[in-house]
């Protein structure tokens, strides 16, 4: 499982390491802000509406698995199939919202600003050309989300890492390294590689389910029930992305293409290490169920503990190895002077991994709603104190609003789980925390110091 999530991460930083190679040069970074602002913008849209579903599916299915009884394999039968459903749904729905908004709201800026009627312009083509492949991204959520639920984690990553972004990788190297299309191109090729990729990921899930002898329900279908869940799960479960893309957009709006670069590639390359992270939460969220239902407290909390050190630890190490390493990896990616930068997004970083630890007991022990409002409140702070520190201290100002948010909600995710479960993690989270905020507070200093 660790090798298939490494080449996930792997995969990510190829790309980046590509798109800036290719469209990125010394002084202007404005190509690859421009790309970041539309993927931003189109993630986003995903994460809002598939995932939520997806989220749903995983949990029900785990849930009737862990409950069994006569009616368990009707049960899965029709999650999955209200979960397809659902999600040609919300494909359908994103593909005209994606081809008809841009240009109504180019038509707003036109009648209401339209000074900025050239800048917005730029933009409405590569959104409409990105809209083609968010139905294909919406439905490789949905069905990845099956083999979750089932706790196929082998599956689930062949078909996210190992089909779909393997495609991507090929697609981006083709489109760049090969026939040397610009940037808009580089979304063409992604747009062809969704769709191949979700065709293949659909075979997959047809074989997987054969064998598990799991037919697949059109009627009765709990479409209700499913789009509430949906409605309640989709911000807790992918604000980790969610936050990143508003990070870059409040970026791309304070400071322009080359902002959104900057923001984008340093947050990139601090989170990295956060791939490697993932299967214990991958692991621990439809597992947290089966321990919710029949608690034995040591081993839980044995089970906490291990996953929280085993994620400080990783990320202890990637901490040490950006800071060695980072003058050369950002003169490489074309953004010498952005070192600051980089040293408060790396300690955000730090802070925002646990999350796949703890999020997964917190929704299991029934905190959605909390948990969803804390998700809320961070996703406002960074909205709205990001873009004052924009204004007033830039970039790092942003990346300082990031830190906060993330050590502030990561205190809170850690009294939740206490209350919740009765493991004590405050020891656990204040020494990890002190000795990332001293190094970070040092590291400025001394990066201060010698500018």
Sequence with gaps: MLADQAVLSLVNLAILVMINRVYARPGDTADVGRLAAILSIT???????????????????????????????????????????????????????????????????????????????????????????????????????????????????????????????????????????????????????????????????????????????????????????????????????????????????????????????????????????????????????????????KELGRALRASFWGVAAVMLAAFAAIHLAKGWVLAYLHQEGQEGLLTILVAAGFFEVHRTVLNPVLLASGREKVLTILEWCALATILAGGAAAMTAWALPGLAAVFLTVYVVSGAVRVYLVTKATGVRLWLDAAVTGAVILGATAVLLALELEVR
């Design 43 to 297: 993630l986003a849209a995903v994460l809002l509406t598939a995932s939520g579903v997806a989220r749903a599916v995983i949990l029900r299915l785990s849930r009737a698995r862990a409950e069994g009884g006569e009616n368990m394999v009707r049960r899965i039968a029709r999650t999955i199939g209200g979960g397809l459903v659902l999600g040609m749904v919300v494909s359908l729905g994103l593909l005209i919202l994606g081809l008809t908004v841009p240009g109504l709201v180019l038509t707003a800026v036109r009648h209401w600003a339209p000074a900025s009627a050239e800048h917005v312009a730029a933009y409405v083509g590569p959104l409409q050309l990105a809209a083609l492949w968010l139905p294909n991204y919406a439905m490789l959520l949905i069905m990845v989300a099956v083999f979750d639920g089932f706790q196929r984690m082998r599956w689930s990553l062949l078909a996210e890492a190992g089909t779909f972004q393997l495609l991507r990788l090929t697609a981006a190297a083709l489109a760049m390294l090969v026939a040397g299309w610009a940037w808009l191109g580089l979304i063409g090729a992604w747009a062809a590689a969704y769709a191949v990729g979700v065709s293949l990921v659909a075979v997959e899930l047809v074989v997987f389910l054969r064998r598990e002898r799991q037919p697949v329900a059109w009627r009765g279908l709990p479409l209700r029930s499913l789009t509430r869940d949906a409605a309640l799960m989709f911000l807790p479960t992918v604000a980790p992305l969610l936050t990143w893309q508003t990070g870059v957009l409040v970026a791309w709006a304070g400071g322009g293409a080359e902002a959104a670069a900057a923001f984008w590639v340093t947050w990139t390359v601090s989170i990295a290490a956060m791939e490697f992270c993932q299967p214990v939460g991958r692991v621990l969220f439809p597992a947290v169920p089966n321990l919710a239902r029949h608690p034995d407290p």
